[in-house]
C-alpha cells in the first residue's frame, strides 16, 4: 500500500478517503514549520475530536506517515515529527509540482490560447507581486 | 478473534411478506458500523434478532459466537436503544438506577454527567418529557451502560441538531476513552458519515452495500462538462443517473477512478464529484429500476 499523503487529486477531493486527509493535514503543518521536527504531534484521540471523525480513521492516518518515517513513535509519550521530516516532505512534493500545478495551468493557457512567453511573463510578474520565495 | 456479529443466509418472513431476505455480513469487534437505509428496508428488524428479541425465519445469527435469544450472558453485554423507546412511567433518575443494575460496566458518573449535559431534569417523570427529552434518556442510558455491543436505532426522534452535535461528541469521546462496537442506525446519513468505519447499507430486506467507509467515499462520481466529452469519459460504465442541460451533461457512474483515468478528466475539463454518503444511498436504493429504464 502507497498512500502518499501528498497526492491529494484536486476535482476528487470529498472523495478523498479521511485517513489520507488527515494525513495530509499533519503533512501540511509539518512543511508549513507549524509542527516543528522533534515536536509531539496530537493524539488519536485528539485528532478524532478535532476533526469529529472515528478514532480509527485518525490512526490509520497517523500511520500513513509513520510509514513514510515522516513521525516517530517514542514508546509512552507519543508520536513526533522525526528528525529530516521537513526536507523529506518537501522533496516529494517537489517532485510532485510539474503534475500538480503546472499540467493544469498548462492545459488551461492552452485552452485559452496562451502562449508560453506570455505565461513566462506573467509568472514573473506574478512572483514579484507577490514576494516570490518565501521559504 | 471472533466477530461481534455474524448473520450468515439471514431471513426474516412475515407471512407473505419478506423483511430480510439471506442477509450476510460481519462486524469486527470495535468497530463503529452504519446500518443505512430507507424506511422499511429491514434494519429495525435486523436490530430487533441481533437483539435476540425476534427470530430469523431461516439463516443464522451469532453475536459474541453465541446465539442471542434467550441467552442473558450476551444479552448484557449489548444494549439497544430504540426510537420512540417506551419507558415505564418512572422518574427520569429511577429509570437510570433501573439500567444500571443491568448492565456490568455502567458508569454512574458518566450518566450523571450525560444527563447535564442534556439538560434533563432528574426528578421529572419520563411521561412527562418532550420527544427530545426522552430520545436524550435513551442516549444517556446507551452510553453510559458501556456495553460491548452498543445498538442505537435512530435515536435522535425531536433532538434539535445542537443536542444531536453532542450526541455525536460524546459518542466519539466514548469510543475513544472505552471501544466498543457501535451499530448505528440512520437516516441522517450525512451527520454521521464521518464518525463510522464501516457502512452496511440494506434495502427491501437486501445487503446492497458492505463495505469499509474509506471505499465508500469516491465510489461513485458525478462527472459534469460538456456533454460529448462526459459521454466520451464514462462509456463503459454503468450509467446510474443522467442529467442533461443544453450543450452539458451531468452523469452519475460508479468508481473506481485511477490515476490515468483522473488525469484525463483534468484534460478534458471535466469535473468530478463525489457522491456524498446519503446520496449514495438513494442511488443504491434506485438503482435497479434505474438500469431498467436507462
Request: aromatic share 6%; charged share 25%.
Amino acid at each position: 500500500m502507497n498512500h502518499q499523503p501528498e497526492g491529494a487529486v484536486p476535482a476528487l477531493d470529498e472523495g478523498t478517503p479521511l485517513f489520507v486527509q488527515i494525513a495530509e493535514q499533519l503533512a501540511d503543518d509539518i512543511v508549513d514549520g507549524v509542527l516543528a521536527e522533534g515536536t509531539r504531534v496530537p493524539s488519536t484521540n485528539e485528532l478524532a475530536a478535532f476533526y469529529r471523525i472515528n478514532p480509527a480513521t485518525a490512526a490509520k492516518g497517523i500511520n500513513v506517515l509513520v510509514e513514510d518515517a515522516v513521525l516517530e513513535k517514542r514508546r509512552g509519550i507519543g508520536m513526533f515529527v522525526a528528525d529530516g521530516a521537513r526536507e523529506q516532505l518537501r522533496a516529494i512534493r517537489r517532485k510532485k509540482f510539474a503534475e500538480q500545478y503546472i499540467d493544469p495551468m498548462l492545459a488551461e493557457a492552452r485552452r485559452l490560447g496562451i502562449d508560453g512567453d506570455t505565461l513566462v511573463t506573467l509568472i514573473r510578474g506574478s512572483s514579484s507581486h507577490n514576494g516570490g520565495d518565501t521559504a | 478473534m471472533i466477530p461481534t456479529i455474524s448473520a450468515t443466509g439471514l431471513g426474516r418472513r412475515y407471512r407473505d411478506e419478506v423483511a430480510l431476505d439471506n442477509i450476510s455480513f460481519v462486524i469486527e469487534p470495535g468497530s463503529v458500523t452504519g446500518l443505512l437505509g430507507r424506511n422499511g428496508a429491514g434494519k429495525t428488524t435486523l436490530m430487533r434478532i441481533i437483539t435476540g428479541q425476534e427470530f430469523p425465519t431461516s439463516g443464522e445469527i451469532r453475536v459474541f459466537g453465541e446465539h442471542p435469544a434467550e441467552n442473558d450472558p450476551v444479552l448484557r453485554r449489548m444494549i439497544f436503544v430504540r426510537e420512540e423507546q417506551n419507558y415505564p412511567d418512572l422518574r427520569v433518575e429511577a429509570a437510570i438506577r433501573v439500567a444500571s443494575w443491568f448492565y456490568p460496566n455502567w458508569n454512574d458518573e458518566l450518566a450523571t454527567q450525560l444527563l447535564a449535559d442534556f439538560g434533563l431534569p432528574r426528578r421529572r417523570r419520563i411521561r412527562k418529557l418532550s420527544r427530545g427529552m426522552r430520545s436524550a434518556v435513551g442516549i444517556v442510558i446507551g452510553l453510559a451502560a458501556r456495553a460491548e455491543l452498543t445498538l442505537f436505532d435512530e435515536p435522535y426522534a425531536g433532538l434539535d441538531p445542537a443536542a444531536r452535535q453532542l450526541f455525536y461528541d460524546r459518542l466519539l469521546t466514548e469510543i475513544s476513552e472505552y471501544p466498543r462496537t457501535v451499530l448505528l442506525s440512520t437516516h441522517l446519513v450525512d451527520e454521521v458519515a464521518d464518525l463510522l468505519e464501516h457502512i452496511v447499507m440494506l434495502d427491501k430486506g437486501r445487503v446492497v452495500l458492505d463495505a469499509p467507509a474509506d471505499e465508500v467515499r469516491g465510489k461513485a462520481v458525478t462527472v459534469s462538462g460538456q456533454a460529448s466529452v462526459v459521454e466520451e469519459f464514462v462509456a463503459g460504465r454503468a450509467i446510474w443517473h443522467r442529467q442533461r442541460l443544453g450543450g452539458r451533461a451531468a452523469v452519475t457512474v460508479p468508481g473506481p477512478f485511477d490515476d490515468v483515468a483522473l488525469a484525463r478528466a483534468r484534460a478534458m475539463h471535466l469535473c468530478l464529484e463525489p457522491l456524498s454518503l446519503q446520496q449514495l444511498l438513494v442511488h443504491a436504493s434506485s438503482k435497479e429500476q434505474e438500469k431498467v429504464s436507462a
